[in-house]
């Protein structure tokens, strides 16, 4: 039973051709025509159902991190081409084309910023950028981000939203998902927490490496989440997928997920979280920063 | 057991076949052949030799997945000696796609375990066609587990075209096992050998897939997707598979000269499954080696050294910000 009536909305019908072009928006969850304006006041939340639309990485940054605090790391990391791999579209290509499409070098973007009052090692993928698959530099810059933290005895925090591991990059791809579990495996053992942040979707690769191993797991609402996806489950099984399969809501209630959290709570909830997983807040802010000089 | 045979196989098969008749026909009439028997020989093995050097990866694939390639089990029986196999992993159910126990190699105690899969249609959905769950992950931490305590080495052999894609796998977040077993191994201080003995079909393989040492057979691939799953995502087709397999550069030999695999195991010629019995010999003395190795270091050098194995896998550049 619900003590307080929710905010009623009408839905009106719109047919997508009369809808001028960027101004609206079919939310992928509720399927309703949304004001595209609307969307961007509620930081990217669809005001029909909360479902969590992708949001770009500098917003997200705006959102966790306090004014001009952050510093870049490793933004000089570039995707090589191991393989030289050509299908009907070679690598290459899809690198220039997603660099273009999302003015991003590749899907992660790394650094430290201060969280209210907490220094933290922040990573933040983007599924705009080759469906924020996971190859050679974002498993390397990843494995950084936690190397860094490691030295500097911070938190870390990673926004996942990732599709897997990088075909393109063959079995180089696969095995970051070793190196970057290895290097959470040595800050945990420092006693350092990590909290992972799932959004829409986190899927197969990353999933199964540092995206599950976080000593806090929180999902953005209706999130999918999940290692296979559920077309490959079908094929494979035969099964009828289950509704609200592989949601936010879904793995909570299956124990995989310590929280779901609405974006407009996120940053205070991560804030409440370090304060019981990191020394007092004084001692944090008191500490020097940290030198310029890093092991790489 | 029927046997079974790949395209490129058939005119190797069809000139044994002959070798047999011929002997037969011998032996029934009395006539001596000799001399066709050895030139037919020869030409086998000619033959043999001519479609071995020209494999394509797709060829490769095949042969890691050859219905008649010896298997985990075959192995641990061929190799080792007072094998005890142990089950379950304490939480949920015996996941029989994940074999191990103790065992020893030529006397050595060591764990050892692996994907299993069937031979037949009952066996095979046992095993679940050698693709675990995630309790057939939790299984494999919990013995590795078990031999580190003991002080125990760990031999892992791999032939898996994946963890299974299915919905209770999902409610019980293999991603999640795959994901603590890769953590855990990195902080076991014992050796660890790897072995692709068939497929090594991407998280499903790297679950068991952390060592010091990454050995391959030679007709066995590792791959971060299935030449199929590739294919269906960016050809928008199956069927380009063969092309996909070329592309993903998943053969021993490839992965061996990307420096991501240590020691490609050289088998029998005609592949694993024309000479079980020498290809297990020939593993055996790869794994004995590698392990007397290791065992000459140093716990925390084993840890360290495992760590910056797989800390130096990448291949990027830099350039200059903004740029
Ligand atoms: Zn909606």
């Known amino acids: 039973m619900r003590l307080f009536d929710r905010k009623k909305y009408t839905s009106i019908k719109v047919r997508k051709k009369d809808l001028p072009s960027g101004l609206w928006v079919k939310c992928p969850d509720c399927n309703e025509i949304v004001y595209k304006h ?13 479902f969590h639309f992708q949001i770009s990485s500098q917003e997200r940054l705006a959102l966790l991190i306090n004014a001009d605090t952050f510093q870049e790391w490793d933004a000089d990391l570039a995707s090589a081409d191991p393989l030289q791999f050509t299908g009907q579209v070679s690598y290459a290509a899809k690198l220039v084309e997603n660099r273009k499409k999302s003015a991003l070098k590749d899907a992660v973007l790394c650094g430290q910023g201060q969280m209210g009052p907490f220094t933290v090692a922040l990573g933040i993928m983007n599924f705009n950028f080759l469906g924020g698959s ?30 897997g591991a990088r075909m393109y990059e063959g079995l180089f791809s696969l095995m970051q998902m070793a190196k970057t579990s290895a290097a959470v495996a040595r800050h945990g053992q420092a006693g350092l927490p990590f909290i992972s942040v799932l959004t829409h979707p986190s899927t197969a690769g990353v999933m199964a490496s540092f995206a599950t191993l976080g000593d806090i797991i929180m999902a953005e609402p209706k999130a999918l989440i999940g290692f296979a996806g559920p077309r490959v489950i079908k094929e494979t099984t035969r099964e009828d997928i289950p509704k609200g399969f592989q949601r936010s809501e879904f793995v909570l209630k299956h124990g995989l997920i310590d929280m779901i959290v609405q974006r407009k709570d996120m940053t205070s909830t991560l804030i409440c979280l370090l304060g019981y997983m990191t020394p007092s807040a004084e001692a944090n802010a008191q500490r020097p920063t940290p030198n310029a000089e890093r092991p790489m | 057991m029927a046997n079974h ?155 898996t075209a994946g963890a299974f894609p299915g919905i209770g796998g999902e409610e019980r977040h293999v991603a999640e096992a795959i994901a603590v077993n890769l953590r855990e191994l990195f902080l076991l201080p014992v050796p660890i050998i790897v072995t692709i003995i068939g497929e090594g079909g991407s998280g499903g393989a790297l679950g068991i897939g952390v060592g010091d040492r990454i050995l391959i057979l030679e007709h066995s691939y590792y791959s971060v997707i299935s030449p199929e799953g590739c294919a269906a995502i960016l050809w928008k087709d199956r069927a380009f598979a063969s092309q996909a397999a070329t592309a993903l550069k998943l053969t021993s030999k490839d992965l061996f000269k990307a420096g991501l695999v240590d020691e490609i195991v050289p088998e029998p010629l005609g592949g694993a499954h024309t000479d079980p019995k020498a290809m297990a010999a020939t593993l055996k003395q790869r794994l004995l080696t590698n392990l007397r190795e290791l065992k000459a270091v140093p716990a925390d050098v084993l840890l360290r050294q495992r760590y910056d194995k797989f800390r130096a896998m990448g291949v990027f550049e830099t350039e200059a910000v903004g740029g």
């Open chain 1, 134 to 163: 996971m190859g050679s530099v974002v498993g390397e810059k990843i494995t950084r981000l936690f190397e860094r933290a490691l030295a500097d005895r911070l938190p870390v925090i990673i926004v996942c939203a990732t599709g």
């Open chain 1, 38 to 50: 609307e969307i961007d006041e509620g930081k990217g939340v669809c005001p029909k159902c909360a």
């Open chain 2, 5 to 159: 045979s790949l395209a490129f196989e058939k005119p190797i098969v069809e000139l044994e076949n002959k070798l047999q008749e011929l002997r037969a026909f011998s032996e029934a009439q009395n006539i001596d052949v000799s001399a066709e028997l050895v030139e037919l020989e020869k030409k086998i093995s000619e033959t043999k030799r001519n479609i071995f050097q020209n494999l394509t990866p797709w060829d490769e694939v095949q042969l890691a997945r050859h219905p008649q390639r010896p298997y985990t089990l075959d192995y641990v029986e061929a190799m080792c000696t007072d094998f005890i196999e142990l089950h379950g992993d304490r939480h949920y159910a015996d996941d029989q796609a994940m074999v191990g126990g103790f065992a020893r190699l030529d006397n050595e105690p060591v764990m050892i375990l692996g994907t299993q899969k069937g031979r037949d249609v009952k066996s095979n959905v046992a095993r679940n066609f050698g693709m675990a769950y995630p309790e057939g992950y939790r299984k494999a931490l919990r013995l590795m587990k078990l031999a580190a305590k003991h002080a125990c080495p760990i031999l892992t052999l791999i032939d």
